[in-house]
């Protein structure tokens, strides 16, 4: 099973990145996905999580109204559109495959995770 990040980059406060996550087999389709992000000398924090079927979205406080996560199931893929971007969005991003269909905020409730994409926010 493999958790295949991408899509991060340098970018000025206020730009727009999408975030994408492939995931190989049949460990996508069933199972909730979340995304989590981990700045300098900080520890992981949750900041997105949806269902298998895409219809119960959650997020982080500090990122509501200007992230939203959706996936394609047809292509094994699930985003993470991030908008009006801040400095202290400043992280690596992890996308994680849930233990549930649901999804949880909790980095214990995910039995796989990818690699990690960089996203720096210059202000």
């Known amino acids: 099973v493999q958790l295949q990040a991408s899509g991060g980059g340098l970018v000025q406060a206020g730009d727009s990145l999408r975030l994408s996550c492939a995931a190989s087999g049949r460990i996508f389709s069933n199972n909730g996905m979340g995304w989590f992000r981990q700045a300098p000398g900080k520890e992981r924090e949750f900041v997105a999580h949806i269902s298998w079927r895409g219809g119960s979205t959650s997020y982080a406080d500090s990122v509501k109204g200007r992230f939203t996560i959706s996936r394609d199931n047809a292509k094994n893929t699930v985003y993470l559109q991030m908008n009006s971007l801040k400095s202290e969005d400043t992280a690596v991003y992890y996308c994680?495959?849930?233990?549930?269909?649901?999804?949880?905020?909790?980095?214990?409730?995910?039995?796989?995770w990818g690699q990690g994409t960089l996203v720096t926010v210059s202000s």
């Open positions: 994680a495959a849930a233990r549930s269909s649901y999804g949880s905020r909790e980095t214990p409730q995910y039995s796989y």
